[in-house]
């Protein structure tokens, strides 16, 4: 192991991004006595409220001055989006490093790369091929058999840039909403569940991974989370952690990050893509185990020993969505108070929009299964 010295608690830490993520991370980070720098377009961000520094770019050719009164005074860099312009991170780790670095934000900012790599690493993935025209989309189709579900390679999220094609017919105006060239088909998978799972790897080489977790989704948008999985599943979780601690080790990754799983009936896991960041999926480390997500990116950031992540209790997360803020007469929050074990979390963001995430809502029980019944019933008192 090489031998890195640790960044101390009193120094500034950057984030690229001000979204929710990084308004977690500041939390946590401000509680260990670091201070933090948010780079983010949008005044009044989530993250901004909590920074001690928010820095809003200008125009495009101001970049570099833009980022060098940002990155300056930093001790290290962090991320909470993928989408962070490589050409940026370049210009802001001549005063610290970024972390993750740029190498594996390539990888995981492109979904042909990223779903190229990780196949290339010897692990599993969803069956894909490259589109850049409505023919792609056609072979693809009878090679996989319909559906198929494409994907624009760039800047997806929540369901976002993915289109579901049934037939030939429709793989012309499928491609042409997609509005780009750079594209992945999938094989639909008939999925018996979708599960996560958390790691983190420190500049010196340490390595963790935490407990599987188990998601639904609605509307291709997280909803729910759990951990531990079902019992069904809990059998994939070894197999998970040597996935995820080979991705960790492979691409020598630094900081923390979620990779997301479908697990086929017949063929086991399967990697659906790469989160170089803390994942929604994770929000319920926030409270359930003793390390959360969180301290851990703060942890492998600093390059800090990294912290246990076997010590839990069982609970789970439901999003808050903008569309619970049209649902009823207002928002009722007591019920999320009316028992301790129940924890809201609220993002600071002003107006709800359908598929928002404007929050969300921990339960920890005795089992993952009462954790699950306690967070549905509560979210829908919110409403009632
Ligand atoms: P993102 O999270 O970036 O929007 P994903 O590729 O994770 O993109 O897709 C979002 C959700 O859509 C998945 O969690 C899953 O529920 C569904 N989905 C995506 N790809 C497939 C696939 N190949 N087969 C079945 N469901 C899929
Ligand atoms: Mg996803």
Not at 40 to 46: L, R, S, V, Y
Not at 106 to 125: D, I, L, M, T
Not at 199 to 215: H, K, M, Q
Not at 351 to 374: F, N, S, Y
Request: aromatic content about 8%; charged content about 20%; overall charge negative.
């Amino acid at each position: 192991m090489v031998t890195l010295a640790s960044i101390e608690p009193g120094s500034w830490l950057g984030i690229f991004g001000g979204g929710q993520l990084g308004r977690m991370f500041t939390h946590a980070a401000q509680a260990r006595g670091y201070h933090v720098a948010v780079l983010e377009h949008e005044a009044n961000c989530p993250a901004s409220q909590a920074a001690d520094r928010h820095v809003i770019p200008s125009a495009d050719d101001q970049m570099p001055a833009t980022i060098d009164s940002f990155a300056r005074h930093l001790s290290a860099i962090t991320l909470e989006f993928e989408n962070v312009n490589a050409d940026w991170l370049q210009l802001a780790a001549r005063f610290a490093p970024t972390r993750p670095g740029a190498e594996f934000l390539n990888v995981c900012q492109h979904r042909f790369r990223e779903k190229s790599a990780v196949q290339a690493a010897g692990f599993p993935v969803t069956p894909f091929q490259p589109v850049s025209c409505a023919q792609d989309i056609i072979d693809a189709g009878h090679v996989f058999g319909w559906p198929v579900i494409v994907k624009t390679c760039r800047s997806g999220y929540d369901g976002k840039g993915q289109v579901v094609v049934s037939t030939a017919e429709q793989a012309a105006e499928a491609f042409k909403s997609l509005q780009t060239d750079e594209a992945i088909a999938e094989k639909r998978i008939d999925f018996v569940a979708e599960v996560s799972m958390l790691g983190a790897r420190s500049p010196s080489g340490e390595i963790v991974t935490y407990p599987l977790v188990e998601n639904s989704h609605a509307n291709h948008i997280l909803d729910i989370s759990r951990c531990p999985v079902s019992p069904a599943l809990t059998h994939y979780e070894s197999h998970a952690e040597q996935i995820v601690a080979g991705i960790a080790q492979q691409f020598r990754v630094e900081g923390l990050f979620c990779v997301e799983f479908f697990i086929d009936a017949r063929q086991g896991l399967m990697v659906n893509e790469i989160a170089p960041r803390p994942h929604n999926s994770g929000h319920l480390t926030i409270e359930a185990f003793s390390v959360s997500q969180f301290d851990q990116q703060l942890r492998a950031l600093c390059n800090l020993p990294l912290g246990s992540t076997k010590e839990y209790r069982p609970a789970a997360m439901a999003n808050l969505l903008g569309d619970l803020w049209f649902a009823g007469q207002g928002m009722n929050w007591s019920a999320a108070f009316a028992q301790s074990n129940t924890f809201l979390h609220l993002y600071g963001k002003s107006e709800p929009r359908i598929g928002r995430k404007m929050g969300h809502l921990t339960c920890l029980a005795d089992t993952a299964e009462q954790a699950v019944e306690r967070v549905q019933q509560i979210r829908q008192a919110f409403t009632t």
